[in-house]
C-alpha cells in the first residue's frame, strides 16, 4: 500500500511541478518524510493524507487508488486505500470504485472501541450508509445516531466526526461526488 501511495504522490506532485521543497512548505510535512512515503518507506497519517491532498488539489481517492478503470469490485477484489491503526483507533478505508468516475465509493470499517475521528470539510458532498453496526457522526455541532441501513448526507464544507457505537465492527460505505468546477475536490477546507 505505501508503494502505491509513494508512486502516485510523486506522480502527482511532478504533474503539479513541485519540488519536495515546495510540497513540505505547502504541508508543514518535512522534506525528509515526504521523501520516505514517495519511496514507500513510511506510510503517511491520515492527517497528512489531508494535507498533502490539499497542496496538490486532489482528493484522497486520487491518491491512494490505481486509475485503471473498472467497472465491476469484487469484494475480494477491494483494494486497502488506507489504515488509520493507532493506540486508540482502528480504520480500515477500502475502494468500491476504480479509475475516473462522477462519483467514487469508499467502504470504510471501524473497529476499535469508541475513539472519535475527525474529518475535516470536503470541498464535496458525502452520501454514506451503515451496511452492519452502529456509528455516532457529529455534523457541526448535531449529534447523530446511524445503525444498519441508516444514511447520512454530508454537505460540502461541513466539519465532521465519527465513532464506533456497536461491539462489532461497524461498516459503513460512502459515495463522493466530484466538484463540478474542477472534476476533483480537495481533501480538507
Known amino acids: ?3 502505491n501511495i509513494g508512486l502516485n504522490l510523486k506522480i502527482f506532485r ?4 513541485l519540488s519536495l521543497k515546495e510540497l513540505s512548505e505547502k ?6 518524510l515526504l521523501s520516505n512515503i514517495e519511496r ?7 492527517i497528512n493524507l489531508q494535507k ?5 488539489n486532489i482528493t484522497i481517492n486520487e491518491l491512494l487508488i490505481a486509475t485503471e478503470e473498472k467497472y465491476v469490485i469484487k469484494k475480494s477484489e477491494r483494494e486497502t486505500v488506507f489504515i488509520e491503526n493507532h493506540k486508540h483507533s482502528n480504520v480500515l478505508y477500502q475502494s468500491l470504485s476504480q479509475g475516473e468516475r462522477n462519483l467514487k465509493g469508499m467502504c470504510m470499517i471501524i473497529d476499535d472501541n469508541g475513539g472519535c475521528h475527525q474529518s475535516f470539510g470536503h470541498k464535496v458532498d458525502e452520501f454514506g450508509v451503515v451496511i452492519s ?23 460540502a464544507g461541513f466539519n ?13 460505505y460512502w459515495i463522493i461526488s466530484n466538484d463540478p468546477e474542477n472534476s476533483v475536490d480537495v481533501c480538507d477546507n
Do not use: W
Open 27 to 32: 504541508t508543514d510535512i518535512s522534506i525528509s
Open 160 to 172: 465532521h466526526s465519527f465513532k464506533k457505537l456497536s461491539r462489532e465492527k461497524c461498516v459503513s
Open 52 to 56: 498533502i491532498c490539499k497542496a496538490l
Open 133 to 155: 453496526g452502529s456509528m455516532e457522526m457529529t455534523l457541526g455541532d448535531t449529534e447523530y445516531t446511524l445503525e444498519e441501513g441508516d444514511s447520512i448526507y454530508i454537505p
Open 40 to 46: 514507500g518507506m513510511r506510510s503517511p497519517t491520515i
Open 1 to 3: 500500500m505505501a508503494d
Open 14 to 17: 511532478k504533474k503539479k511541478n
